[in-house]
């Protein structure tokens, strides 16, 4: 008896305080949801700034992968790689006939006839003597001296050039000219198939006007 009115007291000394319990865990429970929601708002906001950051840097990888595009198209980024190197030089033979001297030495049209040979044979960066060649990049005469990129090169004249393909090269009109003046004149002509480099162009650009050309479709 004496037991059952200790325990009752207690459960009823301890009523209030089983209640304040209750409402501190129903405190506390709101304040877990409420910082589950917070959890579920923060994941939400880094899930949305990771996408965010996703695509930036797919476009930044885009843009960053067109400017180089455009580097090599235009010239101004070093190339490395698998092509023809072509050797020129003037005859070491003396003309019979003054007048024919001419035909002894190489001149600047020589030059201008290989390399466009060389780029319809599929060239894709070309460069005489390691001056490398662009859109706007003249081979011209001053003298008896070759100006390419109005700089004077001295022979024998190298042209390297990434991408063309031989034989189209060899079935070329300025090429089958070049054997036979080879024979007739001594002229120096040697055309190769190797790992060839042509440099950067360092000049200055002359270009005032230029239309975006829209990106091939189809692969190379």
């Known amino acids: 008896m004496t037991t059952a009115s200790t325990t009752r007291a207690t459960r009823e000394a301890e009523a209030p305080r089983r209640g304040q319990l209750i409402e501190l865990i129903e405190d506390r429970r709101h304040d ?4 589950d929601r917070d ?17 930036r840097t797919e476009q930044d990888e885009e843009a960053a992968d067109r400017a180089e595009r455009l580097a ?15 050797r020129l030089s003037d005859s070491d033979r003396d003309p019979e006939d003054p007048e024919q001297s001419g035909a002894y030495r190489i001149h600047d049209t020589d030059i201008q006839l290989m390399v466009n040979a060389l780029f319809a044979a599929g060239a ?10 662009v859109a706007t990049s003249p081979i011209r005469a001053a ?4 100006v390419v990129n109005f700089r004077p090169l001295a022979p024998p004249y190298r042209i390297a050039a990434i991408g063309a393909d031989r034989k189209a090269f060899d079935d070329s009109a300025i090429a089958t000219r070049f054997r036979r003046w080879t024979r007739l004149f001594g002229l120096g002509f040697s055309v190769s198939e190797r790992e060839v480099e042509v440099p950067a162009y360092t000049g200055r650009v002359g270009i005032t ?10 692969g190379r």
């Open 32 to 35: 877990v949801e409420g910082l």
């Open 39 to 55: 959890v579920r708002d923060l994941r939400a906001e880094v899930t949305a700034a990771q996408r965010a950051m996703a695509q």
């Open 72 to 86: 090599v198209e235009a010239g101004t980024v070093a190339l490395k790689g698998r092509g023809l190197l072509i």
């Open 124 to 133: 894709e960066a070309v460069a005489v003597n390691d001056s490398r060649l």
């Open 143 to 146: 003298g008896d001296t070759i």
């Open 209 to 218: 006007t230029a239309e975006p050309v829209p990106p091939a479709t189809g």
